[in-house]
């Protein structure tokens, strides 16, 4: 692990991909400052990447040089509708008990995004990690259901666990605790494009 110190942590979105790049600044060095989208370590970066194409476009001196760290859920259907209710309450990271109107989903739009989601898949099975010399899968209801997410990550990278540091107190640790199901009125519709699509892929 001594040779990895540089991160790239990628997610198709909605995978947690943020949560996780947070508790890696917090297990590699609490001391950091950022610069856009790249962190800075005093010995190594971290960057977040949502871009299949930045990923397969790294100089390879820098791919030789990282530790990519993939965010993924099994489950595209969940993927998928928590895109569209973060879309309409405008609540990404950080979640309000605001009240929210339900809505139906357009099934042309989550169609897509599920094609996106299957497309970003294969091409990290076919193209992405062939290219990296060290790639790390974090699953986000694994990272959800761990008795304590950051040593389940740190366990993940092989680096010890810091208990008790700025980002692990401040990481996204807050999950969205809506009833999805409840805010989405075409929910069994949507339940059925999911199945079929499944098939299909």
């Not at 991909?17 to 800075?40: D, L, R």
């Not at 609540?91 to 309000?96: A, C, H, P």
Request: charged fraction near 20%; aromatic fraction near 14%.
């Amino acid at each position: 692990m001594e040779q990895h110190k540089n991160f790239v942590v990628y997610g198709p979105g909605r995978t947690g991909s943020h949560w996780v790049e947070s508790i890696v600044i917090g297990q590699v060095s609490p001391a950091e400052f950022n610069y856009k989208s790249c962190h800075f370590f005093p010995d190594g970066w971290i960057y977040h990447s949502n871009s299949i194409d930045e990923l397969l476009t790294v100089p390879q001196e820098v791919r030789n040089s990282v530790t990519l760290i993939v965010c993924d859920r099994s489950n595209y259907f969940d993927v998928a509708v928590s895109y569209f209710v973060a879309e309409h309450t405008d609540e990404w990271f950080i979640y309000t008990d605001k009240p929210v109107v339900p809505f139906n989903v357009d099934s042309d739009a989550f169609i897509s995004v599920l094609d996106g989601l299957y497309t970003a898949c294969q091409l990290i099975k076919s193209r992405v990690e062939p290219m990296y010399n060290r790639m790390i899968r974090v699953d986000y209801d694994q990272l959800v259901s761990a008795a304590i997410p950051e040593k389940y990550v740190a366990n993940l990278l092989g680096i010890d666990y810091i208990a008790d540091s700025l980002h692990t107190r401040n990481s996204f640790r807050n999950k969205n605790t809506r009833k999805y199901q409840e805010l989405v009125l075409n929910w069994n519709q949507l339940v059925d494009i999911y199945q079929n699509h499944t098939v299909d892929h």
